[in-house]
């Protein structure tokens, strides 16, 4: 069944205990279902303790990451190479050991503006490491999802259709796509009909706004998305993703580009996109039924 989550960054950057305790505690009041976490280092944090609050709340949990420069499995070095299969291990790890079932986000190479176009062998490295990790992925209990972002975050994989031949030629079933309408609505030629294109393939979706302010505020067309979800039966997580230079990641924030405030009242903006995932949902159905139904005189 269909879970609706929300990023953690909207409440908190913060990794120190305490915070990230309130940031569990206010995705709960504010109604959702299941809380993704971004770069939670278990240096820093009590694993454990964290796991009980999630579970005590009857929270579902995802990790997302996107691999450093210094970590890209798609190098030809491989040195490089291995930090970033490293990375994808314990990023795994901290899953399981949080109870979730999905690491999502950039996986297949380094997260960040590149100025070189990728090169087959980039992509066959890529492809073949990924591989690898799934079946460590699978044993955990946790699945890959690679989440297609545009093309200046990542120079690999920028829409659906090449993400699904990516997956394929890992030849695995436990790579999924992690697909964010954000970035869809850049890359895509038409975002419904690509949802469509990838059945049975979406293991998670990022819902958020074209300027990633409050939903439905800006261009996005989420009646096609949630029509589009709805028809290739989509019953899976499905997280809110909004940035504001309110709460910065530095990591994060320099990467994607957060310049402008786009909210203050972190709750506010929750609650609103919670409501709007639910009614979208809700409205799809409900037309869906409505052009299926057969009423006879």
């Given amino acids: 069944m269909a879970r609706i989550g929300i990023h953690s960054f909207v409440w908190s950057a913060s990794s120190a205990q305490a915070d990230l305790e309130r940031t569990l505690a206010n995705t709960k009041e504010a109604g959702f279902e299941l809380i993704e976490f971004s770069y939670l280092d278990p240096a820093n944090v009590d694993i454990g303790r964290l796991a009980r609050r999630i579970a005590d709340l009857d929270l579902g949990v995802a990790i997302s990451i996107g691999l450093p420069a210094n970590g890209d499995i798609s190098s030809a070095d491989r040195a490089v190479a291995a930090r970033g299969v490293d990375i994808l291990n314990r990023t795994i790890a901290l899953t399981r050991d949080l109870g979730g079932r999905k690491v999502g986000g950039i996986l297949s190479t380094s997260h960040g ?76 030629a038409d975002a419904a009909l690509a949802i469509r294109n990838a059945v049975g393939k979406i293991g998670y979706v990022h819902i958020g706004e074209s300027h990633r302010g409050f939903l439905g505020t800006g ?11 709805t028809a290739i039966g989509y019953d899976d997580d499905l997280s809110f993703e909004s940035f504001s230079s309110e709460i910065v990641d530095e990591n994060l924030s320099k990467k994607t580009a957060i310049w402008r405030n786009l909210w203050t009242d972190n709750m506010e903006l929750a609650r609103h996109a919670r409501r ?22």
Avoid: Y
């Fill in 113 to 188: 503006l590149q100025t070189e176009a990728p090169t087959r062998d980039q992509w066959n490295r890529s492809a073949a490491t990924l591989a690898k990790v799934a079946e460590t992925a699978k044993a955990a209990g946790v699945t890959l999802n690679l989440e297609i972002v545009n093309r200046f975050e990542s120079n690999l994989l920028n829409t659906a259709a090449q993400g699904l031949a990516f997956i394929e030629d890992t030849g695995s079933d436990n790579i999924f796509l992690h697909l964010d309408t954000f970035h869809m609505n850049i890359e895509e």
């Fill in 219 to 229: 261009s996005i067309d989420f009646a096609g998305i949630f029509d589009a979800l």
């Fill in 276 to 297: 709007f995932i639910a009614v979208g949902l809700e409205t799809a159905r409900r037309k869906a039924e409505l052009v299926t139904a057969t009423q006879k005189p």
